[in-house]
């Protein structure tokens, strides 16, 4: 049952839609592929990845696990590097998320990109990221997951300045790029630290010297080795999964095509940091201190990062706010050891947040490309597919009982209330945190829903502010394409039952036995479980809970606010300007960014070039030396005169001072 042709296949099949359609559709090597080719032939490649996906996680539900190499691919003395595969249920699971929403992105992009001209390459791109994202999470060992870990981000530069003559996407893609190596470096530490200490890049060999590796200390001071590993690694998580400090490149990646907003900075790259950290449970759960680090950024991020989603008027970037605050849930859920419920949120996350992203790719085509939701409202009647699934999708956001988001997101609150009582330092300020989220979740999220769907159809007379560049609709909206409706429906059908399908093996089963580790020290996973009487009773006991009626309220707020009084939250931003300007500028972490560490690294590069290279090596060992062998040499051309008598001179010269210095040796 375990084939490693299988797993080839499945990880090679996106990879040889990309080059055919990269290499024969671009005019690389010609034009050979044309657009339906092109979409023909990477949709068969994703969904020959998908069908295996699906093939192995039912394998690895009958026990069928993997953990070998395929090839080696450098041997250096005795030291071997193998490519290979560890096939267990969390990459069962990581591999059907992946090549689930991958197909339903290329199905979408037909309708989407339709009349762009780099068609072809686009479906390249995206095929390749599905390539390096399987490779990320099939991987066995740290090299080939560093591998996929710097292609998914080398991919997402690409798809992110996909639109190169724009200034802005070319500016987003490097700036995506530049945050992600910050966060990178802190990854390599933690591998090279890893490797230093252990010798191998293989998870099992490591996972098992990981008793001896806990009583180590860091050279040179008194911390916990492991502790200095664990937060290097997630410094890693935090470039890719965009935590705090390292989150403000994803909002930019918005100038990127929508279709990669949902496939790559919705459902598989950024939550790429969340898988990393699961996978090392056994290196994170020997270290309470870098847990409680992770908690507090998580928290910080959930609440924060969230509100920001409320003064937005681009439908995508609420959007994108609303993925930092559900990727600080799931970080919460890390720092608090409930891993299977990081993971089982980021599942229903990938559903039903992509479908949130194509529902708004669906209503931009329907708009004529004017993505501000100041300019719309009213599409209910004109796009009731679109209306229909976008609800779907902002119901499991927010939590509604007995939708998918519900049983993940109500389980990372009560994870970090359990371990709050637990005493896991920070993990109060996290179930406050989270806690309070639930309504700003609602409050941005009922926003967006009302302005696009209901209420005045602003279109028809839009404001010269949500005008922007474009133009008024000269008539109605109307519903999109079957090739861009279609995943809308498939995806809103996860979205709503997932939960209820996958909650009980995934989180009180032993779907994750032997993958995830948790030490007895941190209950939160047990205080769920004991409290746990099935997913039928459990959502409705969420009617009587606060998280609900914090929803609730976010949505009676809401609907007060842009329905029935639309003038209020105009006076409230007028009565609140200090606040407001606040979160219009992100919390200033961009201008901190530009003005003191990019202003400063100018400063540093400046001093280093004038100062190190142009006045230490180029003026004083480069030029300095030439100038010394320049004045030895004009001394020397004074000796050499040409007359004998002269050179006899200094002969005797020179035996005198030999004969001195032989004297006074002997004496």
Same mark, same amino acid.
């Given at each position: ?16 839609? %990309? ?94 990109? /339709? ?37 998914? $981000? ?180 890390? $720092? ?33 490309? !004017?993505?501000?939701?100041? %300019?719309?409202? $009213? ?78 159809? !602003? ?93 609730? /309220? ?15 939250? %105009? ?21 901190? !960014? ?5 202003? $400063? ?10 100062? %190190? ?55």
């Amino acid at each position: 049952m375990n084939s490693p042709s299988l797993y080839l296949i499945i990880a090679l099949a996106p990879l040889v839609g %990309a080059l055919l359609s990269g290499l024969f559709g671009t005019g690389f090597l010609g034009r050979v592929i044309g657009k339906t080719g092109a979409h023909l032939i990477t949709i068969a490649c994703v969904l020959i990845a998908f069908l295996g996906s699906v093939t192995v996680l039912l394998q690895v539900l009958d026990g069928h696990t993997f953990d070998g190499a395929v090839y080696t691919w450098i041997t250096i003395g005795s030291v071997s590097w193998d490519i290979g595969f560890l096939i267990d249920p969390l990459t069962a699971l990581m591999m059907v998320v992946v090549t689930s929403v991958s197909l339903m992105v290329h199905i979408y992009t037909i309708g989407y990109m /339709a009349d762009d001209p780099g068609y072809q390459r686009f479906f390249s791109y995206i095929s390749l990221f599905t390539f390096s994202m399987l490779m990320l999470v099939m991987s066995n060992n740290m090299l080939q997951l560093f591998f996929g870990w710097e292609a998914v $981000g080398l991919v997402s530069y690409l798809l992110i300045g996909f639109w190169f003559d724009r200034t802005t996407a070319t500016f987003a893609s490097m700036k995506a790029f530049l945050v992600n190596r910050v966060g990178d470096f802190g990854f390599v530490l933690g591998i090279g630290l890893i490797y230093a200490y252990t010798g191998t890049m293989h998870y099992g060999e490591i996972f098992e010297q990981v008793s001896r590796l806990a009583t180590l200390s860091f050279p040179g001071t008194d911390w916990q080795l492991l502790t200095v590993v664990s937060i290097a690694l997630f410094i890693g998580a935090m470039g890719k999964s965009a935590q705090v400090p390292l989150h403000s490149w994803l909002p930019d990646s918005m100038e990127g095509p929508t279709p990669i907003s949902a496939l790559i900075h919705a459902a598989t790259m950024v939550t790429a940091g969340i898988f990393m950290v699961a996978r090392f449970s056994p290196i994170f759960e020997q270290s309470p201190t870098a847990l409680s680090f992770i908690i507090v950024i998580g928290a910080i991020g959930a609440l924060f990062l969230g509100a920001l989603g409320i003064i937005q008027n681009d439908i995508k970037r609420v959007i994108a706010y609303s993925t930092l605050s559900q990727l600080g849930y799931m970080t919460v859920a890390l $720092g608090a050891s409930a891993y299977s419920v990081a993971i089982f949120h980021l599942m229903t996350h990938a559903f039903f947040k992509a479908l949130l992203f194509l529902g708004a790719g669906s209503v931009i085509i329907g708009m004529h490309h !004017n993505q501000d939701i100041r %300019a719309m409202g $009213g599409l209910r009647k004109y796009m009731p597919i679109t209306w229909i699934t976008f609800l779907l999708g902002t119901a499991a956001l927010v939590g509604t009982p007995f939708f998918s988001g519900f049983y993940s997101k109500e389980h990372i609150i009560e994870a970090a209330g359990a371990a709050a009582a637990a005493g896991v330092w920070g993990a109060s300020f996290a179930y406050y945190a989270t806690l309070i989220g639930v309504f700003v979740t609602s409050l941005y999220s009922f926003r967006l829903y009302f302005l696009v769907f209901h209420g005045k159809e !602003n279109f028809r007379d839009p404001s010269p502010e949500a005008l922007g560049d474009h133009h008024a609709l000269e008539e109605d909206p109307k519903e999109s394409p079957w090739v861009v409706t279609l995943p809308l429906v498939l995806l809103a059908i996860p979205s709503v039952i997932a939960g209820i399908w996958f909650i009980d093996p995934l989180l009180f089963g032993d779907f994750f036995n032997g993958v995830i580790t948790v030490s007895a020290e941190h209950p939160a996973m047990a205080e769920l479980a004991s409290h746990w009487e099935g997913w039928v009773a459990y959502a409705l006991h969420g009617f009587v809970t606060v998280p609900f009626w914090l929803m609730v /309220a976010g949505f009676v707020v809401a609907w007060y606010f842009y329905l029935i009084n639309p003038a209020l939250p %105009a006076a409230i931003k007028r009565n609140t300007a200090g606040i407001n300007k606040v979160l219009e500028n992100k919390y200033y972490v961009d201008w901190f !960014n530009e003005q003191v560490l990019a202003r $400063g690294a100018r400063c540093l590069g400046t001093g280093l070039w004038k100062g %190190a290279d142009a006045g230490l090596i180029d003026g004083i060992i480069v030029n300095g030396s030439a100038r010394v062998v320049g004045w030895i040499a004009a001394a020397s051309r004074r000796i050499q005169s040409g007359f004998i008598y002269h050179y006899a001179f200094s002969m005797i010269i020179g035996i005198m001072a030999l004969l001195t210095f032989f004297v006074l040796t002997v004496q």
